[in-house]
C-alpha cells in the first residue's frame, strides 16, 4: 500500500471515531449535509478524499469545529503526497522548480534515475525550455516559461556547493531522443560530459547492451534517506513510508550498479554526439 493510501485512510479513521464519538451514524451526518449515503464510508474507508469544506462540515455536526483547522492540516500533507500537475501549475511551473530546489537544498545526498530526458540540475537552459514548455502545454499551466526556466538553472548552483553529493544514472537512450532540436541536444551532451568530471557528482549511464538488473520503469529522486519523488504523466508523488523509500533506493542501487562512469560514460556520450548528423 502505498503511503499516500495509507495516510488516507488513515484520516478517514479518524473521522470515523469523531462520528461515533459524537453518536451519529453514517446516514445521519450524510443527510444533515445533503451528501450522497456512499460519501461517508467512501471517505472513512480511504476511497475518496474529502475536501475541506467536508471537514470543517464533519467537524461542526460532530460538535468539534475546533478540529477542523487540525483536520484540514492533515488533508493538506495528503495532498503533498500526491498532487496532480494541472492543479499544481495553476500559478504557473515556477513554484514546482523552487519547491524541488527546496528538497535538494535540505538533503546531502540527492539520488536521480531517470528513463528518457537528461535530469534537470544537469540541463542546459536550452534544453530546460522545451522540457519544460511540454509541461506547460500539457497542463494548461500559467504561461511563466522564462520564470521557471531561471529556477531551474537556480537549483545549478548547489552543484558546487561543499559538503553535496549527487548521484545520477541515466540510460543510455537519454542520450539519443530526439526531445529537442539536434543543435540544443549537441549543447546538452557536452555539458554532460562536463558533469561527469565534478567533484561533487557521480554520472552513471547504462549503456543498450547492458542486461538490466531491474526494470526501468520510471525516473525518480531519493533526497537522503528520507523521501522519494516520482512523477507520472499527470502528477506527483512524494513517497516518505521507510520501508518504501527503502525500495526505491534497493532498485536504484542496482541501477547504479548497471552504469558505467567516468571514462566510459563520456565514451556513450561522445558516441551519441558522433550520431548527430550536422544540419539535421
Same mark, same amino acid.
Not at 56 to 68: K, L
Given at each position: 500500500?502505498?503511503?499516500?493510501?495509507?495516510?488516507?485512510?488513515?484520516?478517514?479513521?479518524?473521522?470515523?471515531?469523531?462520528?461515533?464519538?459524537?453518536?451519529?451514524?453514517?446516514?445521519?451526518?450524510?443527510?444533515?449535509?445533503?451528501?450522497?449515503?456512499?460519501?461517508?464510508?467512501?471517505?472513512?474507508?480511504?476511497?475518496?478524499?474529502?475536501?475541506?469544506?467536508?471537514?470543517?462540515?464533519?467537524?461542526?455536526?460532530?460538535?468539534?469545529?475546533?478540529?477542523?483547522?487540525?483536520?484540514?492540516?492533515?488533508?493538506?500533507?495528503?495532498?503533498?503526497?500526491?498532487?496532480?500537475?494541472?492543479?499544481?501549475?495553476?500559478?504557473?511551473?515556477?513554484?514546482?522548480?523552487?519547491?524541488?530546489?527546496?528538497?535538494?537544498?535540505?538533503?546531502?545526498?540527492?539520488?536521480?534515475?531517470?528513463?528518457?530526458?537528461?535530469?534537470?540540475?544537469?540541463?542546459?537552459?536550452?534544453?530546460?525550455?522545451?522540457?519544460? &514548455?511540454?509541461?506547460?502545454?500539457?497542463? %494548461?499551466?500559467?504561461?511563466?516559461?522564462?520564470?521557471? /526556466?531561471? @529556477? $531551474?538553472? =537556480?537549483?545549478?548552483?548547489?552543484?558546487?556547493?561543499?559538503?553535496?553529493?549527487?548521484?545520477?544514472?541515466?540510460?543510455?537512450?537519454?542520450?539519443?531522443?530526439?526531445?529537442?532540436?539536434?543543435?540544443?541536444?549537441?549543447?546538452?551532451?557536452?555539458?554532460?560530459?562536463?558533469?561527469?568530471?565534478?567533484?561533487?557528482?557521480?554520472?552513471?549511464?547504462?549503456?543498450?547492451?547492458?542486461?538490466?538488473?531491474?526494470?526501468?520503469?520510471?525516473?525518480?529522486?531519493?533526497?537522503?534517506?528520507?523521501?522519494?519523488?516520482?512523477?507520472?504523466?499527470? &502528477?506527483?508523488?512524494?513517497?516518505?513510508? %521507510?520501508?518504501?523509500?527503502?525500495?526505491?533506493?534497493? /532498485?536504484? @542501487? $542496482?541501477? =547504479?550498479?548497471?552504469?558505467?562512469?567516468?571514462?566510459?560514460?563520456?565514451?556513450?556520450?561522445?558516441?551519441?554526439?558522433?550520431?548527430?548528423?550536422?544540419?539535421?
Amino acid at each position: 500500500m502505498s503511503t499516500y493510501q495509507k495516510a488516507r485512510e488513515a484520516l478517514g479513521l479518524r473521522l470515523r471515531e469523531l462520528r461515533r464519538d459524537a453518536r451519529l451514524t453514517g446516514a445521519d451526518l450524510a443527510a444533515a449535509h445533503g451528501w450522497h449515503r456512499t460519501k461517508i464510508p467512501k471517505i472513512e474507508g480511504g476511497k475518496q478524499t474529502p475536501s475541506d469544506a467536508d471537514l470543517e462540515a464533519w467537524a461542526a455536526s460532530c460538535g468539534v469545529p475546533e478540529q477542523a483547522h487540525e483536520l484540514i492540516a492533515a488533508l493538506r500533507s495528503l495532498e503533498g503526497q500526491y498532487v496532480e500537475y494541472r492543479r499544481m501549475f495553476r500559478a504557473g511551473m515556477a513554484g514546482r522548480q523552487r519547491t524541488f530546489g527546496e528538497f535538494e537544498a535540505e538533503a546531502t545526498f540527492v539520488r536521480n534515475f531517470e528513463t528518457c530526458f537528461v535530469p534537470g540540475l544537469l540541463q542546459t537552459p536550452e534544453y530546460a525550455r522545451y522540457r519544460l &514548455a511540454e509541461g506547460l502545454a500539457s497542463n %494548461a499551466a500559467l504561461d511563466d516559461l522564462d520564470e521557471a /526556466v531561471t @529556477a $531551474r538553472m =537556480a537549483r545549478q548552483q548547489l552543484l558546487y556547493a561543499t559538503g553535496r553529493r549527487f548521484h545520477f544514472v541515466i540510460t543510455e537512450p537519454v542520450l539519443k531522443l530526439r526531445l529537442c532540436p539536434v543543435e540544443v541536444l549537441a549543447g546538452q551532451l557536452e555539458k554532460l560530459a562536463v558533469a561527469s568530471t565534478m567533484r561533487t557528482i557521480r554520472l552513471g549511464v547504462i549503456p543498450f547492451e547492458t542486461v538490466y538488473p531491474v526494470a526501468p520503469i520510471h525516473g525518480f529522486h531519493i533526497f537522503d534517506d528520507r523521501h522519494a519523488v516520482t512523477e507520472t504523466i499527470t &502528477a506527483s508523488l512524494t513517497i516518505t513510508q %521507510a520501508s518504501e523509500v527503502g525500495a526505491y533506493l534497493s /532498485v536504484f @542501487a $542496482r541501477l =547504479a550498479d548497471a552504469a558505467v562512469y567516468g571514462r566510459d560514460a563520456r565514451m556513450l556520450i561522445d558516441r551519441a554526439f558522433d550520431g548527430l548528423e550536422p544540419g539535421e
